[in-house]
């Protein structure tokens, strides 16, 4: 068989190879620091390879070097070196960052829609539970949000009353300094009169309901019962409002075995003329 020529001239000219360096060489650092694989199992970054593309053809073909100037060699080819390098990984990771902000910000709830009612409801429980402190100036913002015209306020106070009367099953769960801060909490919405008619009458139902939890019983009928004097601590003031309710108090036994001057204080309050409010009625 015949030998196949000898070809004259190369596959690609010397122009075409230099225009395809440059195209090369313009891609923007994001592209240039990509990772790609080689058949070692090394990762290395395209610019990388290009760089070592581009210093073989120089070598084969000097006469590039006259198109192809220096400073494209380092500019996008994405090689980590010196401050180059650790400028282009800070700003990847700041515009990393910025799009996991742009990513949360897209995620927040709508204002005034119920999971941004609830997100909101959730945040100011956590500040409640930092300090007793912070509780009683929750309770103030709640007193405003009461009180305001603001429909979101409004749907974030009532969320966090319902939020919170939902727990009580859970209050024997509580660590210590949690139950505390809910029995304040507790007490000081009925103090402040943040609950009233039919949420008044759960409240003080609750409080009684634990009062009645014999405290020497269990773990969790001892913090119950923590709980409700917790919770009657604050409102005492108001206990006069409600003859009958004091009576159902101060029938609890382990109430006055253990606590006699709480007892004697609290029959002290009782009014004797037949009447009384209609959230003391409808507790017993």
Known sequence: ?????????????????????????????????????TPSGKVVTLGESVKAIVDACLVRHPSLAEVIPTNSMTSNVGVPNNADGASNAQQ???????????QQQQQRPTPGSQDDIEECANQYFQQIYASEESARKVVEM???FKASGNARENDIFACMIH???????????????????TGILFGLLIKEQLVSSITLGIALRYVLEALRKPPSQSPQSGKMFRFGMFALEQFKERLHEWPQYCSHIVQIPH????????VGEIEGVVVDDGQHSTAGSSIS
């Open 142 to 144: 709640l007193k405003s």
């Open 92 to 102: 990847q990771q700041q515009n990393q960052q910025q799009q996991q902000q742009q």
């Open 255 to 262: 109430l006055r075995d253990g606590y006699s001057n709480l």
């Open 1 to 37: 068989p015949h030998a196949s020529p000898r070809r004259n001239k190369p596959l690609v000219s010397i122009e075409n190879l230099s225009t395809t360096l440059q195209f090369v060489l313009s891609l923007d650092a994001e592209t240039m620091n990509g990772a790609v694989p």
């Open 163 to 181: 939020n919170l009367f939902d727990e009580y099953r859970f209050f024997s769960k509580y660590p210590e300094k949690e139950l505390r801060i």
